[in-house]
């Protein structure tokens, strides 16, 4: 059609300015946050970032000549939801949301002597409305209530310019879950009430009349509609049509689709059990692989956290996720680092004792390694052991 018509000509109408939407094809499931759970890849994938990040220690500090010295923490950093909310159960559910939808929302419920949130309740994302006036945020409405936007705890994540909200996984990733959705029900149907023949009940041994076909075909759905025994002599033969084919597409498609979802969710396919094909990369032990877990995937969302949490106390005050946690060594490589540490003077021996939760040496004790190493010796490190084939220790 022209973008030009000739003057006095009628306007085109609604219909042919408009193409029409197509109509919605029977099998195509809609997907959504919540709907989005039932795929075990998501749920796989936000679950592990959300027991991360949320047994993480917080810690607050501030720096001193240059030094990082740990504070008291306020009781935000504590219990941030009052008594409904400890610190690790709030944070799951904020990353839950923030991995899922892009954004977490809580109403400030209270505040202290500085004006700082003292008390943070979540909401659910699904109710809440964010109101914008002349490009700029202007409320938040949330169960029916407006809310100015001091008034609001929003953090957010995956944001782009010009945007006032963060932008949501699901709906990128809509399309491969929703493949996988689609599968899920198209297997539903096929194996319960699908359009074609579920399965095909022959007689070997004559042709039988119409009649007898229909007598033949209501005896044996009245016997396995129950799930009761169907006796027949030698002259049936039941076949399931295509159902193996069905089922080893259906399986297909589910393993390509745990790849996609697991790339959109930032989060690697073997940590959440999915069969990663043609991968040749390996690790000589789980500190590397989780340390590459850390770097590559789940570091910038951690900053992302630390910056949002140190704007609930005053400057120069400012937080620390502890990843350590994450990046827990075996003994035997925990000991040559310390070890390693204390023999270049980086780390104190009391301080590499504190580390393993032990007191510092007493003056018995140290006279027993004078007796066994000599006075002021220092004890030769032991070589390590060799690594067994495949990365591990024997």
């Known amino acids: 059609m022209?973008?030009?018509?000739?003057?006095?000509?009628p306007p085109p109408r609604a219909e042919q300015m408009i193409p029409q939407r197509p109509q919605q094809r029977a099998g195509t499931a809609v997907v959504t946050a919540d709907t989005a759970l039932r795929n075990s890849a998501v749920w796989a994938c936000l679950r592990l970032r959300a027991n991360l990040v949320s047994t993480m220690p917080v810690d607050l500090y501030r720096r001193v000549d240059g030094i990082q010295v740990e504070v008291p923490k306020p009781p935000v950093l504590?219990?941030?939801?009052?008594?409904?909310?400890d610190l690790p159960e709030w944070m799951y559910n904020t990353q839950f949301d923030l991995d899922r939808s892009g954004n977490c929302f809580g109403i400030i419920t209270a505040v202290d002597g500085l004006g700082f949130p003292a008390c943070i309740e979540l909401v659910p994302v699904s109710e809440v409305t964010i109101k914008i006036k002349d490009g700029k945020l202007h409320k938040y409405r949330i169960y029916g209530h407006d809310y100015d936007p001091w008034e609001i705890w929003h953090e957010k994540q995956y944001t782009v310019s010009g945007l006032h909200v963060?932008?949501?996984?699901?709906?990128?990733?809509?399309?491969?879950?929703?493949?996988?959705?689609?599968i899920q029900q198209f297997a539903l149907d096929w194996f319960s009430n699908g359009a074609v023949p579920s399965a095909h009940l022959k007689n070997t041994a004559k042709t039988i009349d119409p009649d007898a076909a229909e007598e033949a075909k209501r005896r044996f759905k009245a016997a396995t509609t129950n799930q009761d025994l169907f006796v027949t002599g030698q002259d049936w033969e039941y076949k399931m049509i295509q159902a193996e084919a069905a089922g080893a597409d259906w399986i297909e498609a589910k393993r390509y689709g745990v790849g996609d979802i697991a790339r959109f969710f930032d989060c690697p396919g073997d940590l959440i059990d999915a069969a990663v094909s043609g991968s040749?990369?390996?690790?000589?032990?789980?500190?590397?692989?989780?340390?590459?877990f850390l770097i590559m995937h789940l570091g910038p969302a951690v900053v992302r956290r630390e910056n949002a949490l140190s704007t609930l106390t005053s400057r120069p005050r400012f937080v620390k996720l502890n990843t350590d946690a994450l990046l827990r060594m075996d003994p035997q490589t925990r000991a040559a680092v310390l070890g390693a540490q204390i023999t270049t003077r980086q780390l104190a021996p009391s301080e590499a004792r504190e580390l393993e939760d032990r007191p510092p040496f007493t003056e018995s004790q140290l006279a027993e390694f004078d007796r066994l190493f000599g006075k002021g010796a220092t004890p030769t490190p032991q070589p390590a052991i060799p690594a067994a084939p495949g990365g591990t220790t024997p």
Request: proline letters at 4%; a positive charge; zero cysteines.
């Open 2 to 9: 022209s973008l030009f018509h000739r003057r006095g000509a």
């Open 78 to 85: 504590i219990a941030p939801g009052g008594g409904k909310a």
């Open 166 to 182: 963060g932008l949501s996984p699901v709906a990128y990733a809509a399309w491969s879950i929703g493949e996988y959705l689609s």
């Open 280 to 292: 040749s990369i390996t690790y000589a032990n789980m500190t590397q692989r989780n340390l590459q």
